[in-house]
């Protein structure tokens, strides 16, 4: 196969790095060869001008469930996962994960579905039996008897019966562990503001998954949870709303000295924007023409990852795909808002679902990053993103190892 040489106006390699103009990505093998200027690579290849487009690696969503069906109400998205069959749950994961590719998500990171069904969705992809994103699954999450997401099936009470569960999920295939250290907003009475295990019980879940080599994401509201989750030693902090026992948004606990414990060397935090604060982007053509009250109300929104970030806290922006009002198309959307709600830059925000993400889970070194080594997993956008965040919504064209799997537009194949 010949090398493939892809030209742009703008690359943002996904390392945090200023952009680069006028760039040149060679893939050979579905491995990016080289990252360089125009004109640098002189061998035989296909070469494709973008024109006037954005390179960027392919986006990283590392929270997401891909079984749920992103309706306008908790209740409803509940219904329909309770009313369907184990296969019409595999085939909504695999349609929502072509969804999502379909605007440049090229990996996904599960957060919890039914049992092990998700083992499944990762093998018929990773076979190429349909097509979709790399993905990493848990299977379902861990949580109390009545506890959030209990109809995922996945119960487990004492200090015993999460050592059994998380052996049970890496037994049947999981390549990271899901945890629910307090109740959610998805399920009615597991209380979101209280935690759903003492400190013990999630430390003794976290050291065996560890020893089976297996991070552990945890799913933290409360900020009892939120606090209990960083002296465990959890890997990912989800949501890591510090909401105050009362459960109520808005309201924050944010426990100073428990961020000041948050070990940089593998623990971050994963912020999920709600829908309100998602949506204002849709079809907006750039952040000058956000309104200013609707600017004020999504960085209010970030203050607690803003606190965390001044203070080095390793963090990323994902979705809750799945959940209420948050479909899978609308990846970029979040990555516009996170400009916003973390007053930081196009070219950062990108890094945060891209290299960031890909350390996060433990992906570091295959994908994330345009950079010599890594899978070509690439998204063009029109226009350049380092100047206007709101292009990312405009694709143009994903790339999932080298391979083309999403044409929107293509200007030109210069020569062979
Ligand atoms: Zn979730």
């Keep these: 196969m ?32 080289q990252v360089g200027s125009v004109g640098d690579y002189s061998g035989d290849a296909d070469v494709v001008d973008y ?3 954005t390179i960027m690696p392919g986006l990283i969503d590392c929270h997401c469930h891909l079984q749920f069906g992103a309706y306008e109400s908790h209740e409803r998205t509940l219904a329909v996962h309770k009313s ?16 999502a590719l379909a605007t440049g998500v090229t990996t996904m990171r599960d957060t919890g579905g039914y049992l092990t069904l998700n083992m499944v969705v990762r093998e018929a992809l990773r076979r190429g039996l349909a097509l979709g994103p790399r993905l990493l699954v ?27 569960a998380v052996r049970q999920m890496v037994e049947a295939g999981a390549d990271f562990i899901k945890v629910m250290a307090t109740g959610g907003m998805m399920t009615p009475g597991s209380q979101a503001g209280h935690s759903q295990y003492d400190l013990e019980t999630l430390r003794a879940l976290v050291t065996d998954s560890h020893r089976l080599q297996r991070h552990v994401a945890a799913h933290v509201l409360g900020a009892d949870g939120c606090r209990d989750a960083i002296d465990a030693g959890v890997d990912t902090l989800e949501h890591c709303s510090w909401l105050t026992p009362e459960g109520i948004r808005g309201q924050s606990a944010v426990d100073e000295e428990a961020v000041e414990r948050i070990d940089a060397s593998h623990q971050s935090v994963h912020m999920t924007l709600a829908a309100m604060n998602r ?10 023409a956000l309104p200013a009250d609707e600017r004020e109300r999504i960085r209010a929104a970030g203050a ?19 959940v209420i009002d948050t479909p ?11 400009v916003v709600a973390l007053d930081t830059t196009p070219v950062d925000a990108v890094h945060l679902v891209t290299g960031a993400a890909a350390k996060a889970i433990g992906l570091w070194g295959l994908t994330g990053e345009l950079v010599p080594g890594r899978q ?28 083309e799997v999403v044409r929107k537009r293509r200007l030109a194949v210069l020569a062979r």
Excluded: K
């Excluded at 607690?304 to 799945?322: C, I, K, L, Q, W």
């Design 51 to 53: 024109g006037d487009a």
């Design 328 to 338: 899978f198309h609308e990846f970029p959307l979040s990555v516009i808002s996170a």
């Design 84 to 99: 369907a069959t184990n296969e019409e749950r595999v085939m909504t994961a695999i349609a929502n994960g072509q969804r």
């Design 138 to 164: 848990c299977g379902a999450p861990i949580t109390t008897t009545g506890g959030h997401l209990n109809w995922c099936g996945l119960r487990a009470d004492s200090r015993d019966d999460v050592i059994r």
């Design 376 to 403: 070509a997993d690439l998204l063009v956008v029109d226009g350049d993103a380092a100047e206007n965040i709101c292009n990312i919504a405009r694709t143009v064209s994903v790339f999932l190892g080298g391979r």
């Design 279 to 288: 949506t204002p982007f849709r079809d907006l053509a750039h952040l000058d």
């Design 304 to 322: 607690n990852f803003r606190y965390m970030r001044e203070r080095g806290v390793p963090h990323v922006v994902s979705t809750d795909a799945g």
């Design 2 to 33: 010949a090398d493939l040489v892809l030209r742009a106006g703008t690359l943002v390699d996904g390392t945090g790095a200023e952009p680069a103009y006028e760039p040149e990505v060679v893939v050979r093998d579905g491995v990016i060869l």
